[in-house]
């Protein structure tokens, strides 16, 4: 129950970020004059649609995207003369510009505003140094900075009966008194052997003998447990709550650059048994996303980390698609900003020999790249969308 409250979540909020998506550029084009006929959430048929003033306001059955009308969008567009003078094509660069970057700019917003929740808020998790146990671990994953793998084995700590809120106070035989200095124990322990390690339950001491796993960190295989500490949330004053959501945005722009930039390398790894630990492990699709939420509610975790970590993802999600979305490519909204600063800049040097502008571009060249640009960010979604769905990847460890 809990993993499909955390699915419809999510796709509530996906709904929510395409209409702000689409208001930013319904709200800009409607500022600058521009005729704006239709405003709608999802693709094909309508299921339910109002007319207020000129706009058509509704929702269609396929709920994969949304997108707003305004008349004259390019040159292969026929207008009525009456509402040429209101179309998009008639109006200035710089309006054009900001009409077509409105779209992830309020993705941006959106992100912006849920990490200053999260950390005003909610809290920013702190971890605790103390040895008590926090979480056990469900799995073994091949690396730390991968999930865990659908079909990997349990963790160590809970096959030999590890437990939350036990305090470990020996290891190996040695004793540990921080969680810092635990790590390093465990880690130099020998892989695959039985190893004692003691712990305080319910006021009474108990050994257990668990065998530590081996995973990848930093290139090395250390032994691994499957535990993690004890962590409490602080929440932050308004003004450290929007210094932590602008370094947070700054952080996830540049990890969303390098998804972006390794989606070639990362697409063959898809259906490999360890795609959590490798590039292809970092990108998904929407339902990857649902999925990861879903995974996020149903945890046995405190509900801090399931809000905090449902915040994140929208937030990520929203920081991606805005920047993808301003990629230079038809038919993307940066495809079309790239188009109209190219004839700026062609009007500008236009200008600078003497002869008048050139005009709008010819779209009719450009349309064989825009099929080709939707066909193939067509197929990559659906190889995506199956790879979430066969050999999806575990967040929660």
Same mark, same amino acid.
């Given at each position: 129950?809990?993993?499909?409250?955390?699915?419809?979540?999510?796709?509530?909020?996906?709904?929510?970020?395409?209409?702000?998506?689409?208001?930013?550029?319904?709200?800009?084009?409607?500022?600058?004059?521009?005729?704006?006929?239709?405003?709608?959430?999802?693709? !094909?048929? @309508?299921?339910?649609?109002?007319? /207020?003033?000129?706009?058509?306001? #509704?929702? +269609?059955?396929?709920?994969? *995207? %949304?997108?707003?009308?305004?008349?004259?969008?390019?040159?292969?567009?026929?207008?009525?003369?009456?509402?040429?003078?209101?179309?998009?094509?008639?109006?200035?660069?710089?309006?054009?510009?900001?009409?077509?970057?409105?779209?992830?700019?309020?993705?941006?917003?959106?992100?912006?505003?849920?990490?200053?929740?999260?950390?005003?808020?909610?809290?920013?998790?702190?971890?605790?140094?103390?040895?008590?146990?926090?979480?056990?671990?469900?799995?073994?994953?091949?690396?730390?900075?991968?999930?865990?793998?659908? !079909?990997? @084995?349990?963790?160590?700590?809970? /096959?030999?009966?590890?437990?939350? #809120?036990? +305090?470990?106070?020996?290891? *190996? %035989?040695?004793?540990?008194?921080?969680?810092?200095?635990?790590?390093?124990?465990?880690?130099?322990?020998?892989?695959?052997?039985?190893?004692?390690?003691?712990?305080?339950?319910?006021?009474?001491?108990?050994?257990?003998?668990?065998?530590?796993?081996?995973?990848?960190?930093?290139?090395?295989?250390?032994?691994?447990?499957?535990?993690?500490?004890?962590?409490?949330?602080?929440?932050?004053?308004?003004?450290?709550?929007?210094?932590?959501?602008?370094?947070?945005?700054?952080?996830?722009?540049?990890?969303?650059?390098?998804?972006?930039?390794?989606?070639?390398?990362?697409?063959?790894?898809?259906?490999?048994?360890?795609?959590?630990?490798?590039?292809?492990?970092?990108?998904?699709?929407?339902?990857?996303?649902?999925?990861?939420?879903?995974?996020?509610?149903?945890?046995?975790?405190?509900?801090?980390?399931?809000?905090?970590?449902?915040?994140?993802?929208?937030?990520?999600?929203?920081?991606?698609?805005?920047?993808?979305?301003?990629?230079?490519?038809?038919?993307?909204?940066?495809?079309?900003?790239?188009?109209?600063?190219?004839?700026?800049?062609?009007?500008?040097?236009?200008?600078?020999?003497?002869?008048?502008?050139?005009?709008?571009?010819?779209?009719?060249?450009?349309?064989?790249?825009?099929?080709?640009?939707?066909?193939?960010?067509?197929?990559?979604?659906?190889?995506?969308?199956?790879?979430?769905?066969?050999?999806?990847?575990?967040?929660?460890?």
């Amino acid at each position: 129950m809990s993993f499909f409250l955390g699915v419809v979540i999510f796709v509530l909020a996906l709904l929510i970020s395409v209409m702000l998506h689409e208001a930013g550029h319904f709200l800009t084009a409607k500022r600058f004059g521009m005729k704006v006929t239709q405003f709608f959430v999802g693709f !094909g048929q @309508t299921l339910w649609s109002f007319r /207020r003033g000129e706009t058509e306001y #509704g929702i +269609k059955v396929l709920p994969a *995207g %949304g997108f707003v009308k305004i008349t004259g969008m390019t040159d292969l567009e026929e207008v009525d003369p009456a509402d040429e003078p209101r179309s998009f094509r008639r109006h200035a660069g710089w309006q054009r510009i900001i009409v077509l970057a409105a779209g992830s700019f309020m993705h941006f917003v959106l992100a912006l505003v849920l990490l200053f929740i999260l950390a005003a808020g909610i809290g920013l998790a702190a971890t605790s140094n103390s040895t008590a146990i926090g979480a056990v671990d469900p799995c073994t994953p091949s690396s730390l900075s991968g999930g865990c793998q659908h !079909g990997s @084995t349990s963790s160590p700590a809970g /096959r030999a009966g590890l437990r939350a #809120g036990d +305090k470990i106070v020996a290891v *190996g %035989g040695e004793s540990v008194t921080g969680w810092t200095q635990m790590g390093r124990v465990i880690r130099r322990q020998p892989h695959n052997r039985p190893i004692p390690v003691t712990v305080i339950r319910d006021g009474h001491r108990l050994t257990l003998h668990p065998t530590p796993a081996t995973t990848l960190s930093g290139g090395k295989h250390i032994s691994f447990l499957g535990i993690s500490p004890v962590v409490t949330f602080q929440r932050k004053s308004p003004v450290a709550g929007l210094s932590y959501a602008g370094s947070a945005f700054g952080a996830t722009v540049t990890g969303s650059a390098k998804v972006i930039a390794s989606l070639p390398r990362a697409l063959p790894d898809l259906f490999a048994k360890n795609r959590a630990s490798t590039p292809a492990g970092q990108v998904t699709s929407v339902v990857g996303a649902g999925d990861a939420t879903g995974q996020v509610l149903a945890d046995n975790i405190a509900w801090q980390s399931k809000v905090a970590l449902v915040l994140l993802i929208v937030a990520s999600l929203n920081i991606f698609v805005g920047l993808f979305n301003l990629l230079p490519l038809l038919p993307m909204d940066g495809g079309h900003l790239a188009v109209v600063i190219f004839e700026r800049i062609r009007a500008w040097l236009a200008r600078l020999r003497g002869r008048p502008d050139p005009g709008l571009v010819d779209m009719r060249r450009l349309i064989p790249v825009s099929v080709g640009v939707f066909a193939l960010l067509v197929g990559v979604g659906v190889l995506l969308i199956m790879a979430d769905i066969v050999n999806p990847v575990r967040i929660i460890q």
